[in-house]
């Protein structure tokens, strides 16, 4: 029975190193993507971090052009591509009458359109799928510090303004009546955002990167309404999500990234049912009023 186990559990991560620098990779990008996601949620901007993860994209195909598949060019194109998309969005919502989910969705769709036009020209259709969907079991670690070190960025900033963060998901006007933060923390969010979604393109590729971000916060929000508790939970769920991805991608041959973001889905619909802010539990709550 124990050899099963290990066979099953520990094993790939012991005899591998190739899957241990993935198991390290996504690891540290759920310690500093799930609580981005949480506060992405609490502000109603979910499908912003989608948007943003697809706006990442001509600034990677750029350095692709340019030094094809390597790490850094593409990374710091991704980076400067996403600063761009978060800031103009940002501006044309607070300067214009269009709102920033409308202004967020122009922008991303133009950016989708351009990277996958500029990946096209030089590229294969390979490359474009490793540039879209990723490749977790083929980080280095030039990668991984590189992740680090954005995650170490990511946890800094948010104790730092933690306190402004938590106030603008509750209240930005007042946030903007009684501080002179609203508006730079806002884009110091926005910022971090697009670093998580760099750091996850090197793992999950553009599309997928946001479903590590995003399925653990989702899920976390059945369980607990305050914000510290539901950012821990959210980054657990990610653990858990990453170790069982690559676990059934190991174990079934299965394309690890979407593996990582479907192990991350089944634990978003457990929550639905089981939760205790979801739908048993209502339910129960409900029919217990009605018999009282």
Known sequence: MMETLYGLLIAPFADFAFMQRALAGSLMLSLGACPVGVFLMLRRMSLSGDAMAHAILPGAAAGFLFYGLEILPMTIGGLIAGIIVALGAGAVSRFTIQREDASMAAFYLISLAIGVLMVSIR??????????????????NEALTLIGGIVLVTLVSLAIFWRALVAECLDPLFLRSVSR?????????????????????????????????MLPAAAARFWTMRVEPMCVLAVLIGFASCVAGLL?????????????ILSA?????????????????????HHRHRTA
């Open 123 to 140: 590229g294969s259709s390979v490359d474009l799928m490793h540039v879209l969907f990723g490749t977790v079991l083929a980080l280095n």
């Open 181 to 213: 933060l609203g508006s730079p923390v806002h884009f110091i969010f926005l910022g971090l955002v697009v670093l998580n979604l760099v750091g996850g393109f090197q793992a999950l590729g553009t599309l997928l990167s946001v479903g590590l971000m």
């Open 248 to 260: 059934l991608s190991y174990h079934v041959s299965l394309p690890s990234g979407p593996a990582i």
């Open 265 to 285: 889905g089944v634990v978003y619909f457990a929550s639905i049912l089981f939760g205790t802010r979801g739908i048993l539990r209502a339910r129960i709550v």
